[in-house]
């Protein structure tokens, strides 16, 4: 199991950011796929999760209405479109699938400052 995270970087308040998770190695599209944060000092969080389908998702509440989940089954990839950025959503960002919840990428992260 792989899973590489990109397009994280350090952007003002306000602005968007698209994160990337190629996924190799297991059945991708026989997955739920989901993405956490974790910030310094605190807690992994999960921020979002899409349905093996991608009929489905949810949110956490922090980012519900800013965030948007989404897959792409043939490229093994799942996204995750950031909005309305926050500094509190400044962490370390994961994506992770159900079927092999101790498998982890690298993560990539996301600073938001001005």
């Known amino acids: 199991v792989q899973l590489v995270e990109s397009g994280g970087g350090l952007v003002q308040p306000g602005r968007s950011l698209r994160l990337s998770c190629a996924a190799s190695?297991?059945?991708?599209?026989?997955?739920?796929m989901r993405w956490y944060r974790q910030a310094p000092g605190k807690e992994r969080e999960l921020v979002a999760t899409?349905?093996?389908?991608?009929?489905?998702?949810s949110y956490a509440d922090s980012v519900r209405g800013r965030f948007t989940i989404s897959r792409d089954n043939p490229k093994n990839a799942v996204y995750l479109q950031m909005n309305s950025l926050k500094p509190e959503d400044t962490a370390v960002y994961f994506c992770?699938?159900?079927?092999?919840?101790?498998?982890w990428g690298q993560g990539t992260q996301v600073t938001v400052a001005s």
């Open positions: 992770n699938a159900r079927l092999h919840p101790n498998n």
């Open positions: 190695g297991f059945t991708f599209s026989s997955n739920s």
């Open positions: 899409i349905s093996s389908s991608g009929g489905s998702t």
